[in-house]
């Protein structure tokens, strides 16, 4: 079978990881390839945002990490979605996961949702919308959710809203980076050029960072020094994302996917409220705390505590939401499929 994934492709750690992870876990259905996709003008804009969170120099690394890990089509998504070709090329196409159907994001359209592709061909696993209102877009997302005839959200407002616009219930499952093992992770984690041999926490904030002085003082009560991935210190990819996780003291963050890395290390985890003005992006931590028992982590409760988790419960956990996760990814890949 060939399979191709669409889903973002920018300069954002959670982004490029999420791509490696679901590309790991199609593997087992046969080709896998991520789809090229047609640079719409805004993605400029978008660029100067993502420059406040992964310093240029860093930009290497993310293209390295694509070069080695990540499989493209020949073949490109384009923007005004004529390709003819495209739907005869593979087999099934799989959308996500991530905030591909984000409707702030100034590059979110029709393409996001395939409507090129046959729907027989579709399906969405472990998609976002980013956020819990979908305001004047409501109508319209709507209408491409009708042509998307499998589809699996990644938090519990995104599979609220599906309901709300097709009256369908459509399940929550893991985000793909969940769904590899952190033994998985070690083949693609990079110790950073420069990095100390002092103990540190990890920190990665991408909203306002009105906690610095908060995490100053958990560092100090570990004995550690803070690296900060988004101070330009070092240069940070991917691949030296995972490392970080997966040997600091603990991870103070405002960040989904690194929160969801130092669940899977087992690490001390504080997950701060992401402060900005324009959105309100909280829905998919309420789901991530929900599924693990990890309200605790979030240092805007009473009784925060970064070492809450009970880590064999979680593993249990873990292990029955990734056999639900990879049931649904398994029915919604092998419908309508005929082998020889």
């Known amino acids: ?15 490029r990881l999420q791509n490696y992870a679901l590309q790991q876990a199609l593997k087992p259905y046969g080709k896998v390839v991520s789809l090229r996709r047609e640079k719409v003008p805004a993605i400029k804009l978008a660029l100067r945002g993502v420059r406040k969170y992964v ?25 005004d979605c004529e390709a003819p070709n495209l739907a005869n090329a593979y087999d099934k196409f799989v959308i996500g996961s991530d905030q591909v159907w984000n409707p702030n994001f100034p590059f979110n359209s029709s393409q996001d949702y395939l409507p090129m592709v046959p729907p027989e061909k579709k399906l969405a696993y472990a998609v976002s919308f980013g956020v819990s209102d979908l305001g004047d877009k409501a109508d319209e997302i709507a209408g491409y959710l009708q042509g998307v005839p499998h589809i699996s959200m990644r938090e519990d407002a995104g599979a609220e809203l599906v309901r709300q616009l097709t009256g369908r219930d459509v399940p929550v499952v893991l985000d793909p980076t969940m769904l590899l093992s952190p033994e998985d992770w070690t083949r693609v984690a990079r110790r950073p050029k420069g990095m100390p041999k002092d103990r540190f926490i990890f920190k990665y904030v991408l909203g306002n960072d009105v906690n610095n002085e908060r995490i100053q003082s958990i560092a100090d009560g570990l004995g550690a020094t803070v690296v900060d991935v988004t101070d330009g210190s070092m240069l940070i990819g991917p691949s030296e994302f995972v490392w970080l996780v997966a040997n600091c003291e603990a991870v103070c963050t405002d960040s989904f996917h690194a929160s969801v890395f130092a669940l899977l290390h087992h690490k001390p985890l504080g997950i701060f409220e992401r402060v900005d003005a324009e959105k309100d992006m909280s829905s998919r931590f309420d789901t991530l705390c929900r599924l693990f028992t990890a309200e605790k982590c979030r240092a805007r409760n009473d009784g925060f ?36």
């Open 305 to 340: 505590d970064m070492n809450c988790m009970d880590w064999s419960a979680f593993e249990t956990r873990l292990a029955e939401l990734r056999m639900d996760s990879h049931d649904w990814l398994n029915s919604a890949i092998n419908v309508g499929v005929t082998r020889g």
């Open 55 to 79: 310093k240029h120099d860093s930009f290497s690394n993310f293209r390295e990490f694509d070069a080695r890990y990540v499989d493209h089509s020949r073949e490109v998504l384009s923007l």
């Open 1 to 15: 079978m060939k399979i191709a994934i669409a889903t973002i492709q920018s300069i954002n750690y959670g982004n």
